[in-house]
């Protein structure tokens, strides 16, 4: 007897987990608020994300650093940093494929490479990086889910329509 009044209590719960599962689903369906109010980023995500990789590493920044001060070859900056030179050439390196970098080689001995700034892309890093860190683009929470939204409803449907 014990088990049979486990197995209707089981089968209750269960019922009453589905419809509450319905219910909740339907109230997301009908009362969410429309996509129109969730906004776009400001910012190409994939390259603002490949310049925070990029610039992560505090050597690239500390490279980035003496080349903005102006152009500088690759045996300045490693004795400037303390790096070993193929350490400077790999940092450079990525600093070059992610475009905040230019390198130019010497004309008359092609073994020394001077390194500056890409100033446009400097440029658009610097915009990117401000728009989307842009502390009025903060919003407050909006009541789509949980135990306040119910308080929210009239105003979810009055957007709706």
């Known amino acids: 007897m014990a088990s049979c009044k486990t197995n209707r209590r089981q089968r209750g719960w269960v019922l009453l987990t589905e419809i509450a599962g319905v219910y909740i689903f339907q109230f997301m369906l009908n009362y969410s608020l429309p996509q129109e109010d969730i906004k776009s980023p400001p910012a ?91 502390p009025d683009r903060i919003q407050p929470r909006r009541l789509t889910c949980g135990p306040q939204a119910s308080q929210c409803l009239p105003e979810a449907l009055s957007r709706k329509s």
């Open 44 to 134: 190409n995500l994939r390259e603002l994300s490949r310049w925070l990789k990029a610039l992560a590493e505090p050597s690239r920044l500390r490279l980035l650093h003496l080349i903005i001060q102006g152009v500088q070859c690759n045996c300045e900056l490693g004795s400037e940093t303390g790096m070993a030179p193929n350490l400077t050439s790999h940092h450079l390196g990525v600093l070059r494929e992610i475009g905040l970098v230019n390198a130019e080689r010497d004309p008359v001995d092609s073994r020394w490479v001077y390194y500056s700034v890409n100033r446009a892309a400097l440029e658009k890093l610097t915009d990117a990086f401000s728009a989307f860190f842009d």
